[in-house]
C-alpha cells in the first residue's frame, strides 16, 4: 500500500470541515480589516528564501526542500509566504498603487523538519502582511488580527508574547554584549549554538534545546540595549495595544526564527498544557528591510502567519464546536427509472435554488434510501411517485416532525422557502 510521506498528513472527516470553517472565519476577518487576498507560487528561486528568510537560519541552512527543474534552475519549495509575498509586492510594483498594501494568503509550506504533533514537514499557513506603514499602530493592528480570529473560533487561554529587536545598529550593539556574555560559556552549548555564536547570536536565546539553561535565561536582555528612538517606539506600540484591550507579556528571549525581523516581535502562544512546543499558534513582526533587501524601495512591513494544523489541535485538544453538523436540506427519493429521471431534475432545481439536495445513486432500496436521508440528518425528504407526478403533485415529508403533505410541484420551491 502506497502512504503519505513522513511530516505530510491528510485533512478528513471533522477536521476538513474545521479547516474550512477556519479559512471561512479568516476571509471574514480579512475583510473587517481591509485586507486583500494574494496567492503567489508554491516553489520559488532558491536564492529568493536565501536573501529573503537569512542564510544563517535552521529554516535556510537546514530545512528547506530544494531542486532544480529540467533546465537546471536552482528552486526551492517555499518555507513561508513572507519572502514570496515582498516579491510579488515588488515584481507588481503594488507600491506605486497606495501608501499602504494590505495582503491575506493562505498556502502550504514546506520544511523538513522532525515531525510531532502540530509540527509538519508539509503545513498550511494563513498570513497577513501590511506593506508602507511604520506606524506603530499597524504594528499593534496586526498583532491583533491573529488573536481576534483565535477568539472568534472559541480558542480561550491565549497570551501575546512580545519583543522588541530594535533596529541593525541596536542589534549588532546587543550582539556584541551577548557574544562577551557568553565567550566564556560557549563550549557548554550545543553544536548549533556554538555555530549561531559565530554567525547570528541572537538565535541562541531561542534555542530548543539550550533556550533553557541558566547561562541563556541570564543573559543580557535586548531592551537594555535598544536606542532611545527604539525604546520609545515599542512604548508605543504597548500603548496602541493597551488601547486596543490586548494584554501582552514582554518577553526578552522572542527572538524569531527568521532574519528579516526588527523593531516589533511577537508570537501568540495557547497556554495549553496538551499542546507541548506546537503552543504557538501564530508568529510575525516588522520586517522594514526586506523590501529593500529584496531589490524593492524602501518600504516597511509589519505581518504575522498562523499554522492552520495547530489551530486543528488546539480545536481538537479543548473540543471546541466549531464547523456545523454536516446535514443536508432536502433528500429525494424514488423507486423507479421514471421517478429516478424527474428526481435527478428536481435535485438540481432544488440545488440552484439554494438547497443543499442528494439523492441515491446507489440503487438502494427504498428502504435503505429513508436511512441513507437519516445518515445524512436530511431536513425534507421528497417521495417520489409516477402517480402523483402525472398530476403534478410531489410528496414532502418534514423528516424531524415526520408530518406528510402533497404539494403541487410548481409550489415546492416557495413551499421549502417558507418552511426554512
Ligand atoms: P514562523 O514563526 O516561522 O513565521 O511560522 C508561523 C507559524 O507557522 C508558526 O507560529 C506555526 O503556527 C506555523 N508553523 C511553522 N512551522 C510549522 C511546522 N513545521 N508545522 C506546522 N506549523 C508550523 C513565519 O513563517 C513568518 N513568515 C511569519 C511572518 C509573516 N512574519 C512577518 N510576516
Do not use: W
Not at 197 to 206: H, M, Q
Not at 225 to 246: A, G, P
Amino acid at each position: 500500500m502506497i502512504t503519505k510521506p513522513k511530516g505530510t498528513y491528510d485533512v478528513v472527516d471533522l477536521d476538513a470541515r474545521n479547516y474550512n470553517y477556519i479559512e471561512e472565519v479568516v476571509h471574514t476577518f480579512a475583510k473587517l480589516y481591509n485586507y486583500d487576498f494574494i496567492r503567489t507560487p508554491i516553489f520559488e528561486s532558491r536564492e529568493l528564501f536565501h536573501r529573503g528568510v537569512g542564510e544563517t537560519t535552521d529554516i535556510v541552512t537546514k530545512e528547506t526542500y530544494d531542486f532544480q527543474d529540467k533546465k537546471g534552475r536552482d528552486l526551492t519549495l517555499r518555507p513561508e509566504g513572507t519572502a514570496g509575498i515582498v516579491r510579488s509586492y515588488i515584481e507588481n510594483k503594488m507600491y506605486g498603487n497606495k501608501e499602504l498594501t494590505k495582503l491575506y494568503y493562505f498556502g502550504t509550506m514546506y520544511r523538513y523538519e522532525r515531525p510531532q504533533a502540530g509540527r509538519n514537514r508539509e503545513f498550511t499557513q494563513f498570513g497577513m502582511e501590511a506593506l508602507g506603514s511604520n506606524d506603530p499602530a499597524i504594528d499593534a493592528e496586526v498583532i491583533s488580527l491573529p488573536l481576534r480570529i483565535f477568539e472568534a473560533l472559541g480558542i480561550k487561554n491565549l497570551k501575546v508574547k512580545i519583543n522588541s529587536l530594535g533596529n541593525i545598529e541596536d542589534r549588532k550593539n546587543y550582539g556584541e554584549a551577548l557574544k562577551d556574555y557568553l565567550k566564556p560559556h560557549i563550549t557548554d552549548l550545543c553544536q548549533d549554538c556554538q555555530e549561531r555564536f559565530k554567525k547570528n547570536p541572537l538565535r541562541i536565546l531561542d534555542c530548543k534545546v539550550d533556550g533553557e539553561d541558566k547561562v541563556i535565561k541570564n543573559a543580557p536582555r535586548i531592551l537594555e540595549y535598544l536606542s532611545e528612538e527604539s525604546q520609545e517606539r515599542f512604548k508605543k506600540v504597548l500603548n496602541y495595544l493597551d488601547t486596543m484591550d490586548i494584554d501582552y507579556e514582554v518577553d526578552p528571549n522572542i527572538v524569531r526564527g527568521l532574519d528579516y525581523y526588527d523593531h516589533t516581535v511577537f508570537e501568540i502562544v495557547a497556554d495549553i498544557k496538551e499542546l507541548g512546543a506546537s503552543n504557538v499558534l501564530a508568529g510575525g513582526g516588522r520586517y522594514n528591510s526586506l523590501v529593500k533587501n529584496l531589490d524593492g524601495p524602501d518600504v516597511p512591513a509589519m505581518g504575522f502567519a498562523c499554522g492552520i494544523e495547530r489551530v486543528l489541535f488546539t480545536i481538537n485538544t479543548l473540543e471546541l464546536k466549531c464547523a456545523e453538523e454536516k446535514s443536508l436540506d432536502v433528500f429525494v427519493l424514488y423507486v423507479n427509472e421514471e421517478e429516478k429521471c424527474h428526481g435527478l431534475y428536481l435535485t438540481q432545481e432544488l440545488r440552484l435554488n439554494g438547497f443543499s439536495t442528494e439523492m441515491d445513486y446507489l440503487e438502494k432500496s427504498l428502504k435503505n434510501q429513508f436511512k441513507e436521508a437519516d445518515k445524512y440528518k436530511a431536513k425534507y425528504l421528497i417521495i417520489l411517485n409516477s402517480e402523483d407526478l402525472k398530476e403534478g403533485l410531489i410528496e414532502l415529508k418534514d423528516n424531524l416532525t415526520k408530518e406528510k403533505k402533497k404539494v403541487k410541484e410548481i409550489n415546492l420551491i416557495d413551499e421549502l422557502d417558507g418552511n426554512m
